[in-house]
């Protein structure tokens, strides 16, 4: 009987001596994916409450932004409506602006009117200017260009554009060399001057007007270049706005 026991009891001992170190090498795997899975659980947690956070923040700022928003539109109804008082007081101010714009040149024109033209003297047949004619003679000056807007103005005219400008009040066309400078932009010869009005009453004023005649009589002489043209339509452009003074102070109590 000892001979077929001995067998098997070699055969258990084998058995554990394997058995027990796999088990255990399982044991710490499985233990192993178990911290790192619970850890994997920890870091997601711990990231959702920093996310609250940041949504949190975000949503703080969000509300103190349309705070904010809220008071400038109850500041803004305050000064200009939201009360009948001021709602009544803007559409005033608003159509007393309407009323200016036309009288400020603002708005475009069309009516009756008168275009002049001034131009530098032109060469003769054989290309050549008047031998006793300097430099000056032969170019419209600044002051010819004034001369006639001041005498259209005297006519009483409605409007008056230059190029393609509409003149207002503080427009002053000023000499740079051999070009006008108006409004920030420059024009060169010929110079085309458009006036709504009276058209003879304009024609008489520029026919009166001393530098006027003075600016002809070089036109006879140099050749400069000199027209006027009635016309039944003509239209004006407005003067974009917005129009803002520059310069201009409040005049004190004597005036200055």
Request: charged content about 20%; aromatic content about 6%; some cysteine.
């Amino acid at each position: 009987m000892s001979t077929t026991r001995e067998p098997s009891n070699a055969h258990r001992r084998s058995a554990w001596r394997f058995g027990v170190p796999a088990v255990c090498l399982c044991a710490g795997l499985l233990l192993a994916a178990t911290h790192t899975a619970s850890q994997g659980g920890e870091i997601r947690r711990s990231d959702s409450p920093r996310l609250v956070d940041l949504v949190r923040d975000a949503q703080a700022s969000v509300d103190r932004l349309s705070s904010d928003r809220d008071g400038l539109v109850t500041q803004i109804d305050t000064r200009h409506g939201g009360s009948p008082g001021a709602d009544a007081a803007l559409a005033a101010i608003t159509s007393r602006a309407d009323v200016l714009a036309a009288d400020a040149g603002l708005n475009p024109m069309r009516g009756p009117g008168l275009v002049i033209t001034l131009t530098d003297a032109q060469r003769d047949a054989e290309g050549r200017f008047p031998g006793d004619a300097s430099p000056d003679d032969l170019v419209v000056h600044q002051q010819d260009v004034q001369a006639v807007l001041n005498a259209l103005w005297t006519a009483g005219a409605e409007g008056i554009q230059m190029q393609d400008q509409r003149l207002i009040g503080t427009s002053a066309p000023r000499c740079v060399g051999n070009t006008l400078l108006l409004n920030g932009r420059t024009y060169g010869p010929p110079y085309v001057i458009t006036a709504i009005g009276n058209v003879p009453a304009m024609r008489a004023a520029l026919a009166a007007a001393p530098l006027v005649t003075l600016y002809k009589q070089y036109v006879v002489r140099f050749g400069l270049g000199y027209t006027e043209q009635p016309r039944d339509s003509v239209e004006l452009v407005g003067y974009p706005a917005p129009v803002r003074m520059r310069f201009a102070k409040p005049a004190g109590p004597l005036g200055y």
